[in-house]
């Protein structure tokens, strides 16, 4: 099995910062693209930004320029740093790994989530 766990949320000030980070472990080839996404009471589950195994990026238009997604294909762990945070960043953020795992008949991708930690932007 494959497990994602998170840590980094927490309450912090209009304008301040957090860094989440989400590691996987298990039974794991490889890591295909890695995210995160958010779901404030009320709204969709929406993704904040997305990172592929080469590094490419892609970030909601709400975050670009103040979020910065990164991973460690070593350590399959992704993070995401915030900066300039608002409340309307407020929500729970959620890890999300596409897993290559070995079956019998050959390489298979599984998606998995982590359990949410949350981020509160409030003075």
């Known amino acids: 099995q494959v497990q994602l766990v998170e840590s980094g949320g927490g309450l912090v000030q209009p304008g301040g910062s957090l860094r989440l980070s989400c590691a996987a472990s298990?039974?794991?080839?490889?890591?295909?693209?890695m995210g995160w996404y958010r779901q404030a009471p009320g709204k969709q589950r929406e993704l904040v930004a997305g990172?592929?195994?080469?590094?490419?990026?892609k970030y909601l238009d709400s975050v670009k320029g103040r979020f910065t997604i990164s991973r460690d294909n070593a350590k399959n762990t992704v993070f995401l740093q915030m900066d300039s945070l608002k409340p309307e960043d407020t929500a729970v953020y959620y890890c999300?790994?596409?897993?290559?795992?070995?079956?019998?008949?050959?390489?298979?991708?599984?998606?998995?989530w982590g359990q949410g930690t949350q981020v509160t932007v409030s003075s």
């Open positions: 999300n790994a596409k897993v290559v795992k070995i079956a019998w008949f050959g390489k298979q991708e599984e998606n998995y």
């Open positions: 298990g039974s794991i080839l490889s890591i295909n693209d």
């Open positions: 990172i592929t195994s080469g590094g490419t990026t």
